[in-house]
C-alpha cells in the first residue's frame, strides 16, 4: 500500500529521525572505537556501542512494520527513472543497513565469544569463540558500514535537491509540517 497523502504519519517521521540520528552517531562511534588501543575503558565503550547497536535494531524492525502497513511515501516531485531508482536503492541500502548492522555486530561479539549486552543487561552469554561467525559478521559489518556511509550521502544530496533545487516541501514534509 503507497501513502498519498502529503502529511506523514507522525511514527514514520520520529522513528526516521530517532533511528538516523542513532546510526550515524554509531557509525562515527564505532569509527573512532576502531582507532582506540586495547584496554578496559574500550571494552567499555565497545559494551555501549552495541547496546545502541541492538536499540536501533528494535526501532528498525518497528520502523519496517510500520512501514509495510503504511507504505512508502510519494515522492512530491515525479523523479526521473534514473532517480527514482537511486533513490529506492538508497533506501533499500539504509533500511537493511539498520538491521544488518547490528545483526553483524552480534555475530562479531558471539562469534569471538564475547557477552552481548543491551545497557547491563546480559542478552547473550559469553561462550565458546566461533570463527567464522565472527569473521562473516566482521565482514558484513566492515563493507556495510561503507555502503551506509555511501548511502547517507546520497540520501542527503538526495534532500539537499528537493530543498534547494525542486523546492517541492519534502523537507517539511518530513520536519511533520503539512506542504
Request: no cysteine; aromatic share 6%; proline share 5%.
Amino acid at each position: 500500500m503507497m501513502q498519498h497523502s502529503t502529511q506523514l504519519p507522525k511514527p514514520m517521521i520520529g522513528l526516521h529521525w530517532i533511528i538516523a540520528i542513532l546510526m550515524i552517531g554509531s557509525l562515527a562511534f564505532g569509527i573512532y572505537l576502531e582507532e582506540l588501543p586495547r584496554s578496559a575503558d574500550k571494552g567499555d565503550l565497545i559494551g555501549l556501542h552495541k547496546s545502541f547497536g541492538i536499540l536501533v535494531l528494535l526501532l528498525a524492525i518497528l520502523r519496517i512494520f510500520n512501514t509495510l502497513r503504511t507504505g512508502f511515501p510519494q515522492p512530491l516531485t515525479p523523479p526521473t527513472t534514473w532517480q527514482s531508482r537511486i533513490a529506492s536503492g538508497t533506501h533499500i541500502i539504509l533500511l537493511a543497513g539498520t538491521v544488518l548492522m547490528p545483526v553483524s555486530g552480534v555475530m562479531m561479539s558471539v562469534g569471538g565469544g564475547y557477552p552481548v549486552a543491551f545497557f547491563g543487561v546480559e542478552l547473550i552469554a559469553k561462550g565458546a569463540e566461533i570463527e567464522w561467525l565472527g569473521g562473516l559478521g566482521h565482514i558484513v559489518h566492515g563493507v556495510g558500514a561503507n555502503l551506509i556511509i555511501a548511502a547517507i550521502v546520497l540520501h542527503v544530496v538526495g534532500a539537499l535537491k528537493h530543498s534547494l533545487i525542486d523546492k517541492d516541501g519534502t523537507m517539511k514534509r518530513m520536519l511533520g509540517r503539512s506542504v
